[in-house]
């Protein structure tokens, strides 16, 4: 075993490591996850999308969102926030059967939104909203985003 070098080689030797650890961690991208802003509260709101995907790790908790569309057009988005949070979208809709297609987002450490792959995002359906309730939909992505499970409930509104 070679004994540890005295006084001046150590300073030299660490002297000659430092520039290339610092370079090396200047060159890493921190990234910072977004605050998740609460969704706009819409008084009298008979219509509620609530959206969250199971993940495994950290490092798969990354940016996502859902844009809402009802008959064939845009009515929003959920605010933008780490998947496994809990992002919402609330709306007064006229009722009837309403034809509701909704659009998982991914959005990548450099910022720019993606639209998930196909064959990931639920597919379109009609929806009833009906006076004096407020319908809930859930929508849980799952199995690293490749399966997804959609609920629709009715609750009497206050």
């Known amino acids: 075993m070679r ?5 001046g080689a150590l300073l030299a030797g660490a002297a000659l490591l430092a520039p290339l650890l610092l370079g090396a961690c200047a060159t890493q991208k921190v990234v910072t996850p ?3 802003i609460s969704p706009k509260s819409v008084p009298e709101a008979n219509f509620e999308l609530a959206t969250f995907e199971v993940v495994e790790n950290p490092e798969e908790d990354t940016v996502s969102f859902v844009k809402v569309f009802v008959d064939g057009e845009a009515a929003g988005q959920t ?6 949070s809990e992002k919402r ?3 007064r809709l006229t009722a009837g059967n309403r034809l509701v297609r909704l659009e998982a987002w991914a959005v990548s450490p450099s910022g720019e939104a993606q639209l998930a792959a196909g064959d ?6 009609f929806v009833r909203v009906e006076e004096g309730q407020r319908t809930k939909v859930s929508l849980k992505f799952y199995d690293k985003g490749r399966k997804n499970s959609l609920q629709v409930a009715r609750e009497p509104m206050p």
Do not use: D
């Not at 605010?79 to 496994?84: I, N, V």
């Not at 990931?120 to 359906?125: G, L, S, V």
């Open 34 to 36: 977004p605050v998740v």
């Open 89 to 91: 979208w609330q709306s």
């Open 3 to 7: 004994p540890l070098p005295r006084g």
């Open 79 to 84: 605010q933008a926030g780490p998947k496994s």
């Open 120 to 125: 990931i995002q639920p597919r379109e359906r």
